[in-house]
């Protein structure tokens, strides 16, 4: 049976524009996912493109063209992408629970995102050039059947402090928004622009400290995609 708090501790809602045609992603169990992203507009005007994989028994794929708007609610979930080397790379999709097709774009879009979990990895923190305080901090969200999902955060300023001193093991719950970030990696002296997931935190609360997350767990995972 579905356990209900599970289903609780990760549920994000996100409106936008979808700015790629779904295609189809894989097959469980005889039922199609599709994969396709949507543009969802910060308050700054600056846009975020967010990648989501949604059930074939949820909606007509061929109603989600292009400049469709949509409201999606569902959950922030990572997977292990090997790409025919040693090490993983963490990718991130936010998986549809619920999705509707909206007549107009809203004033202002919808990107929220809740988080109960555990620190799975020492958080990071520095400053950027500029003086702003940051903390990266990998969280362990559980999921129904014993699997978890593995979500980078980031923090900035005073909650960036905070954070820098909670411990592997420690249950936090989070409110925050999800956003991609565009970067660059060295691989044979090649560049390549790249895209990032992660929650950008606004809120934290800290419950207690369980050390019952393995840091070693993560330590190979590079967080993004390509």
Known sequence: MF????????????????????????NIYGEG??????????????????PITISERLVDKGSLCVDTLVK????????????????????????????????????????????????????????????REISDVLVAVNRAYHKSDYIPCIAWGRNARYMQNLEVGAEISIQ??????????????????????EVSVSKIEVHCNKNNVSEEETTELEIGVD
């Open 3 to 26: 356990d209900e708090d599970v289903q609780e501790s990760n549920v994000v809602t996100v409106t936008g524009k979808v700015v790629e045609e779904c295609v189809f992603s894989h």
């Open 33 to 50: 996912f599709y994969a396709f992203k949507i543009s969802s507009k910060r308050l700054s005007d600056q846009y975020d493109i967010l």
């Open 72 to 131: 999606i609610t569902g959950q922030l979930r990572s997977y292990n992408n090997y790409n025919n080397s040693k090490a993983s790379r963490l990718v991130l999709t936010i998986f549809a629970r619920e999705i509707n097709l909206l007549p107009e774009e809203p004033e202002h879009a919808e990107n929220t995102i809740l988080l109960n979990g555990y620190i799975c990895k020492n958080p990071i923190y520095r400053k950027t050039p500029f003086g």
């Open 176 to 197: 925050g928004r999800v956003q991609s970030r565009f970067y660059q990696k060295k691989i044979d002296e090649v560049i390549e622009e790249r895209v990032a997931y």
